[in-house]
């Protein structure tokens, strides 16, 4: 069955890089594409970006200075990285398949905080 | 980016018929999906492309609209549809709504 898992730090201290894996199973990332959704606590969703199933990429306008994805098929996984974090970058981060369907990860709690 | 306008909250009483709108900043053709999310969990689609029922999902629910004016309803509204819902638009790269919040009377 189709599964998402992230993984990550819970801590990452601000100026730094934040740097998370999306490792999916039940599905090649060269059929769908992989989408990174973020939720600050007691708010509502972001989306941040997506890496397309031909490997195209494409990212939300605020953030798009800063945040990098990536992906190897080979592992199955889809990599998120994004620097110059602040304490507002703190959040629940999610990878998710968004199409007529939807699978979602976990999500890991990231803090920024020194 | 296209900016997505959702009430923040509403109250019901389970039996009741809720209707829920989103405003798109510009046209999103019929791309709009409607997501549930409940505390503590991941969102959930419920609607994709305006009003279409996800797999799975009561017929409870339905949606509609196109271009800027969205709705999506509950009808009737269950004690176990108290969540947060949010708005999806697709079209003009990704962009979710505010999330309007239902809460029980």
């Known amino acids: 069955q189709v599964q998402l898992k992230e993984s990550g730090p819970g801590l990452v201290q601000p100026s730094q890089t934040l740097s998370l894996t999306c490792t999916v199973s039940g599905f090649s990332l060269m059929d769908y594409s992989v989408h990174w959704v973020r939720q600050p606590p007691g708010k509502g969703l972001e989306w941040m970006g997506r890496?397309?199933?031909?490997?195209?990429?494409y990212y939300n306008s605020a953030l798009k200075s800063r945040l990098s994805i990536s992906r190897d098929t080979s592992k199955s996984q889809v990599f998120l990285k994004m620097n110059s974090l602040q304490t507002e970058d703190t959040a629940i981060y999610y990878c998710?398949?968004?199409?007529?369907?939807?699978?979602w990860g976990q999500g890991v709690m990231v803090t920024v905080s020194s | 980016d296209t900016v997505l306008t959702q009430s923040p909250a509403l109250a019901v009483s389970p039996g009741e018929r809720v209707t829920i709108s989103c405003r798109a900043s510009?046209?999103?053709?019929?791309?709009m999906h409607w997501y549930q999310q409940k505390p503590g969990q991941q969102p959930k689609l419920l609607i994709y492309?305006?009003?279409n029922l996800a797999s799975g999902v009561p017929a409870r629910f339905s949606g509609s609209g196109s271009g800027t004016d969205f709705t999506f309803t509950i009808d009737p509204v269950e004690a176990d549809d108290i969540a947060t819902y949010y708005c999806h638009q697709s079209w003009n790269s990704r962009t979710f709504g505010g999330g309007t919040k239902l809460e029980l009377k």
């Open positions: 890496m397309k199933y031909d490997g195209d990429t």
């Open positions: 492309k305006a009003s």
């Open positions: 510009e046209s999103v053709s019929t791309l």
């Open positions: 998710t398949v968004l199409y007529y369907f939807d699978y």
